[in-house]
Each structure stands twice: as structure tokens, then as C-alpha cells.
Nanobody, 118 residues
Framework: QVQLVESGGGLVQPGGSLRLSCAAK??????????ARWHRQAPGKERELVAG????????IYSDSVKGRFTISRDNAKNTVSLQMNSLKPEDTAVYYC?????????WGQGTQVTVSS
């Protein structure tokens, strides 16, 4: 059974940094064949796409709200996807979810809380 396990969330002051990681457990397919995304959902708001990376990592996309501050990366040898978040703002507070997908198949993690507050 495939599980995506996120880690690295927590409480950070405005202007600080966090690095989120997403590890694919029990993944019997070729991880590098799957694209990956990070999403977030703040209280009372819809889930939004934050960043995405292609299957081999050659291309990335970012929402306008995080462009220049967040960096998505992947290590296909370790079946992991990461999100480096710098210059964090209170409006970045949300539960962050990772997703891997290919064609009509996708998997989601359980989410990790990020709180930006002084």
C-alpha cells in the first residue's frame, strides 16, 4: 500500500524558513515516472496548488503567491519530494499536502501543519 508521509511542518516566525519533505512508502512503481505537487489549505479556504515538479524534475511551476520564496525539488533515488520555504509570511499558514500523480492515478499525503506567527 502506497503511503505519502510528510514531515517538517511546525511553528516559525515571519521571515523564517522551513523545509517540508514527502516520502513515498511502499511504492512499488517507478517513482520517477510520477509528477509531484505541493498543495495547501488554510482554514476556511479552498485547497490551492503551491508548487509542482515534473517526473524527472526538469520543470517546475509555482503559484504567484510563493514564486521566488519557495523551491520544490525531488530525489528520485530516495522517493522523496521537498519544499523549501523561505521568507515565510503569516498568510502561508496552512496545512500542506503532497501529491504524486501520473495519468489518472494519484496519491496524497495526510498533511503537515505550517504556522507562521510571531
Amino acid at each position: 500500500q502506497v503511503q505519502l508521509v510528510e514531515s517538517g511542518g511546525g511553528l516559525v516566525q515571519p521571515g523564517g524558513s522551513l523545509r517540508l519533505s514527502c516520502a513515498a512508502k511502499g511504492f512499488t512503481f517507478t517513482f520517477s515516472n510520477y509528477a509531484a505537487r505541493w498543495h495547501r489549505q488554510a482554514p476556511g479556504k479552498e485547497r490551492e496548488l503551491v508548487a509542482g515538479i515534473s517526473s524527472v524534475g526538469g520543470s517546475t511551476i509555482y503559484s504567484d503567491s510563493v514564486k521566488g520564496r519557495f523551491t520544490i525539488s525531488r530525489d528520485n533515488a530516495k522517493n522523496t519530494v521537498s519544499l523549501q520555504m523561505n521568507s515565510l509570511k503569516p498568510e502561508d499558514t496552512a496545512v500542506y499536502y503532497c501529491q504524486i500523480l501520473r495519468g489518472g492515478f494519484d496519491y496524497w499525503g495526510q498533511g503537515t501543519q505550517v504556522t507562521v506567527s510571531s
